[in-house]
C-alpha cells in the first residue's frame, strides 16, 4: 500500500517561493499507472486541488493556479515536488499530497498534510 | 468552469438516515466520488466512482449519482460519523471539490 509524507518549509514570507516534497514508500513513482498531486485545504475551508503529474513529466494544473506552480518528479529520492511562486497570505493552508491511480479518477491515499503559512 | 455544489451543513439524529447532495451539470455523465473528513485528518474516501465503498469502509455509507445530482447516504448514522463529507470529480483532466458539508449527528 502506498504511503505519502509531506516535508517543507512551514512559514513563507510573501513574493517568496512555497517548496514542498512529497515521499513516497511502499511503490515506486516510476510507474506509469499512478498520478501524483497536490492539494490544499485553507484553514476552516474547503479543499482545493493544485494539480498533478503523471509520466514523470506530464502536468495539469488549476486554471486559476497555473501561472505559480510547477510540479516536478525525483525518480532517484522516490519523491515529487511543488513550488508555488510570489505567494501571498491567500496560498497559507494545509498543503497535502495524493495518488491517483490510472482510470480511478479518485484520491486513493493521501498524505497527513503540512501546514504552510505565508507572512512576513 | 464546472463547480459542484453542495450545502454547508446537514443535521441527522443518531440512527437515522442522512444524505448529503451533490450538484453539477449533467454530474450523472461522470463519475463521483466522496470523502470524509475529521478534524485534523486528512480526507479519506469513503465511495468511488459513484457508488463503491473501499475496503473498510462501513455498509452503512452508499452512493447515487444521476441526472444533475450525485448522492452519499449514511444509514443508521453513528455519532462517529461527525465530519466534514466532500464531493470530487474529473471535468477535462482537471479536478472537481464540492465546497464541503458538515454533517452534524445531533
Known amino acids: 500500500q502506498l504511503q505519502l509524507q509531506e516535508s517543507g518549509s512551514g512559514l513563507v514570507k510573501p513574493s517568496q517561493t512555497l517548496s514542498l516534497t512529497c515521499a513516497v514508500s511502499?511503490?515506486?513513482?516510476?510507474?506509469?499507472?499512478?498520478?501524483w498531486s497536490w492539494i490544499r485545504q485553507p484553514p476552516g475551508k474547503g479543499l482545493e486541488w493544485i494539480g498533478y503529474?503523471?509520466?514523470?513529466?506530464?502536468?495539469y494544473f488549476n486554471p486559476s493556479l497555473k501561472s505559480r506552480v510547477s510540479l516536478s518528479v525525483d525518480r532517484s529520492k522516490n519523491h515529487f515536488s511543488l513550488r508555488l511562486n510570489s505567494v501571498t497570505a491567500a496560498d497559507t493552508a494545509v498543503y497535502y499530497c495524493?495518488?491517483?491511480?490510472?482510470?480511478?479518477?479518485?484520491?486513493?491515499?493521501w498524505g497527513q498534510g503540512t501546514l504552510v503559512t505565508v507572512s512576513s | 468552469s464546472y463547480e459542484l455544489t453542495q450545502p454547508p451543513s446537514v443535521s441527522v439524529s443518531p440512527g437515522q438516515t442522512a444524505s448529503i447532495t451533490c450538484s453539477g451539470h449533467?454530474?450523472?455523465?461522470?463519475?463521483a466520488h466522496w470523502y470524509q473528513q475529521k478534524p485534523g485528518q486528512s480526507p479519506v474516501l469513503v465511495i468511488s466512482?459513484?457508488?463503491k465503498r473501499p475496503s473498510g469502509i462501513p455498509e452503512r455509507f452508499s452512493g447515487s449519482n444521476s441526472g444533475n445530482t450525485a448522492s452519499l447516504t449514511i444509514s443508521g448514522t453513528q455519532a462517529m460519523d461527525e465530519a466534514d463529507y466532500f464531493c470530487?470529480?474529473?471535468?477535462?483532466?482537471?479536478?472537481?471539490f464540492g465546497g464541503g458539508t458538515k454533517l452534524t449527528v445531533l
Open positions: 511502499g511503490g515506486s513513482i516510476s510507474n506509469g499507472g499512478y498520478s
Open positions: 503529474i503523471y509520466h514523470g513529466e506530464s502536468t
Open positions: 449533467k454530474l450523472g455523465d461522470k463519475f
Open positions: 495524493a495518488v491517483v491511480v490510472a482510470g480511478s479518477e479518485h484520491f486513493q491515499e
Open positions: 470530487q470529480t474529473w471535468d477535462s483532466g482537471t479536478v472537481i
Open positions: 466512482q459513484d457508488t
